[in-house]
């Protein structure tokens, strides 16, 4: 087995790739900005990509997309978002039918917001999709990854929130807190989808050596906004002391991209809870053991 990541030089990636040196797992790292002898050049803006290695790849796990939550949604940005996930994948296709000819396994990852906000529903794989942006980017990412899908092994990866102290969506919410700046965003009450670090990269390796899975939701719970601010700011020893953030504010402040933090959303884990893989973090509370772990 050799292992190309396209997109494994951020906060997944990074996580993947000493789970892969664990395991024993070969792996390269396609990039936009190779740095190590493992790292093969890819520029999918400008459709170029260094072929000349990838004779011997087996499997692929693409993670590769502009940060959703890095920019203001502009017209510009969202094209960018689309662009490097979309458009990416499909040149990724083009160049992998040409230059990997043992190429027998498949992940792509794409993410729950999906199905338009509604709590009172509880959204598993098959729920149609809803027609704001994200819901409309995840139709089109998930479109791209399924040009694989006559592989022996193809699965599609529906991450929640990745939750990690390491990095992602926990450090964004922490650094205020370090300035006692910590306050929970809107009611507090609306639902987030969340999933571990290690339980993402545990289930790749999971799905890498049985079986694929096709189109799965990888959450290990939903738990409320509140909750989660408060666990993070416990692990941080730090205090929420400010009120709650009005979501006009939050939508002043960040603008569209802000209903990613003010909306609410719950997730069927049923077919993830089916498969053989067990997630180690069920409950924030395990966030707080995290290092122990
Ligand atoms: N973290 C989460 O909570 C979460 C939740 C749901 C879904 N996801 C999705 O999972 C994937 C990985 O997440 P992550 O947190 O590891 O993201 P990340 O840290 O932002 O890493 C994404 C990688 O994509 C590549 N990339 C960035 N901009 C690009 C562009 N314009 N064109 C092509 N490649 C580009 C970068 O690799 P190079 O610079 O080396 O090319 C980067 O290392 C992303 O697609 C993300 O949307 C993440």
């Not at 070969?26 to 072929?51: G, T």
């Amino acid at each position: 087995m050799e292992v190309l990541i396209v997109g494994g030089t951020g906060f997944i990636g990074k996580a993947l790739q000493k789970a892969l040196d664990l395991s024993g797992i070969s792996y390269k790292i396609l990039s936009r900005h190779p740095a190590k002898a493992n790292h093969v050049f890819w520029d999918p803006a400008k459709q170029q990509l260094d072929n000349t290695s990838l004779n011997s790849i087996t499997h692929i796990i693409n993670l590769a997309g502009a940060g959703i939550a890095e920019k203001r949604w502009t017209r510009e940005r969202k094209k960018e978002l689309i662009n490097s996930r979309v458009e990416a994948t499909q040149f990724l296709y083009t160049e992998c039918s040409k230059h990997c000819p043992s190429l027998e396994g498949y992940i792509g990852i794409s993410g729950v917001n999906a199905f338009g906000f509604d709590d009172s529903l509880c959204y598993n794989e098959s729920h149609p999709f809803a027609t704001d942006f994200l819901s409309n980017l995840v139709e089109q990412w998930e479109g791209s990854h399924r040009l694989f899908d006559k592989l022996p092994s193809f699965s599609i990866f529906r991450l929640g929130m990745v939750l990690s102290s390491q990095g992602g969506a926990y450090r964004k919410i922490a650094v205020p807190m370090k300035f006692c700046m910590g306050a929970v965003p809107g009611s507090g009450k609306q639902l987030v989808p969340w999933i571990h670090l290690d339980d993402v990269v545990g289930f790749i390796l999971h799905v890498l050596q049985t079986k694929s899975v096709g189109l799965i939701h990888v959450v290990s719970n939903n738990s409320s906004m509140k909750e989660l601010t408060q666990t993070i700011a416990h692990k941080e020893r730090s205090k929420i002391i400010l009120p709650n953030i009005p979501v006009f504010v939050i939508r002043l402040i960040f603008g569209e991209m802000g209903m990613l933090l003010t909306e609410s959303l719950r997730i069927d884990r049923t077919k993830l809870s089916q498969t053989a893989y067990k997630t180690r973090f069920n409950q924030l509370s395990d966030l707080i053991y995290e290092k122990e772990n």
